[in-house]
Nanobody, 122 residues
């Protein structure tokens, strides 16, 4: 199983940008489709974006389409989430995980990392 560590979160004003990183251990990283998820206080964890093993196919939740971009660098075992035009409703803890498929994915690993907090103020 791949171990995942998220980073890059922070406090940003509405309209601002952040870039999240998810560093993975293990040689199998490049064989997995990967995804970003987020969990706001008192809410369930929701899907944000996903990417196939090579980076050629991506998929986004409607709420972030056009504002967020997922990418990956298999040479660095890292997947990224570039977040632009942030809104207060984007405030959440962001997690990454391997996913079952790119379109309408589900998380593969039962164990999650610690996540990274993103807070967007109005």
């Amino acid at each position: 199983q791949v171990q995942l560590v998220e980073s890059g979160g922070g406090l940003v004003q509405a309209g601002g940008s952040l870039r999240l990183s998810c560093a993975a251990s293990g040689r199998a990283f490049s064989s997995y489709a990967m995804g970003w998820f987020r969990q706001a206080p008192g809410k369930e964890r929701d899907f944000v974006a996903s990417i196939n093993w090579s980076g050629s196919v991506t998929y986004y939740a409607d709420s972030v389409q056009g504002r967020f971009t997922i990418s990956r660098d298999n040479t660095r075992n890292t997947v990224y989430l570039q977040m632009n035009s942030l809104k207060p409703e984007d405030t959440a803890v962001y997690f990454c995980n391997a996913v079952s498929r790119v379109v309408k994915p589900t998380a593969l690993f039962a164990s999650w990392g610690q996540g990274t907090q993103v807070t967007c103020s109005s």
